[in-house]
């Protein structure tokens, strides 16, 4: 019965969203249509593959909180709270679901505070800053002539050489010290959820290794999906996909970086593989429709399967409002900020 009522519930909410103007429906549509042109076995591998990579990369949040809660943290709890910013960062603007998914650590853990999860967080993304920096890397070197580019002739012009590396490797140390001296002052206040980094084997075992397990398992399924559409799948164009998706992200200003995503992989297969822009917006759109779609249903079963389903609502609803919160808050703190920069000038 509450299974019924519930898909009566959003049966109605689509209807409601259809009569204010959002082309629910169209959306489903598409969706579908998606669907059908790519062969079953592909949506079935991607899927299976992106199921992978959303546990080995809920696993190593565990570890992180385990070494720094010991006995309060339990597996799937942390998993269904990861895969549910997962879900949300999927059609939510500036990666909210990532704040949704702190705030359920802090409620489902009790000795955690937000800057103990806050610095989970921060311990998780030190694979992901150096998998990034690897790609970006990768891109920029594999554009022909781009170094030439960047530094001319360094022969010709020695001296001017010297002073342009110089003068970055200054402006490198002036911006690492400013990011360190902010690094020192979280830590001070959030230095227990890091806790397995005192710990470097464990760490490298419980955490680094199923992160790179998880970043592999997403380039997989840009693999898969570039096949299913006659794209070549070669290092260079999953490289770019990735990348390409990657800047997206952090430039949007859509929810879920729909519509950049599209324009960022077409110039980016365009520029490793002169795939035409049609295919490569069909093939974006695809695989950004089916994947979100997934991580919707799955965020759904693993919070209603471990939490209960009225557990499971309260909990994500709280954690919700207090992300808005402090999202709303990181805003006005920015704005008064820019206002008093303005003012002194």
Known sequence: ?????????????????????????????????????????????????????????????????????????KLWPIIAAYSVGVAMNGFLPANIGTLVTLFMFVAIIPRCAFAGSLAAYLVQKIFYVLAGTFVYLYMFLSVPGAFDISFGNV???PALALGIVLGGAVLLVAVARMFWRQVKKLWAQAKTGGAILATPKRYLAEVFVPSLASWACKLIVVGIFLAAFAIPVTFESVMWVSGSGSLAN????TPGAIGVTQATNALALKTCCHVPEDVAVAYSTAQQLIVTAWDQLVAIVLVAVVFGWSGGRQLVTQSYADARRKADEAKASRAAKKRQSHGGA
């Open 250 to 253: 952090v430039a949007s200003f």
């Open 155 to 157: 022969t010709s012009h």
């Open 1 to 73: 019965m509450k299974i019924v009522l519930w898909l009566a519930a959003v049966g109605l909410f689509w209807l409601a969203l259809d009569l204010l103007g959002v082309d629910v429906r169209g959306w489903l549509e598409s969706l579908w249509d998606q669907i059908r042109a790519i062969p079953a076995g592909y949506v079935i591998a991607a899927l299976v593959v992106q199921s992978g990579q959303t546990f080995l990369a809920g696993f190593a949040y565990f570890a992180i909180l385990r070494a720094a809660y010991p006995g309060e943290v």
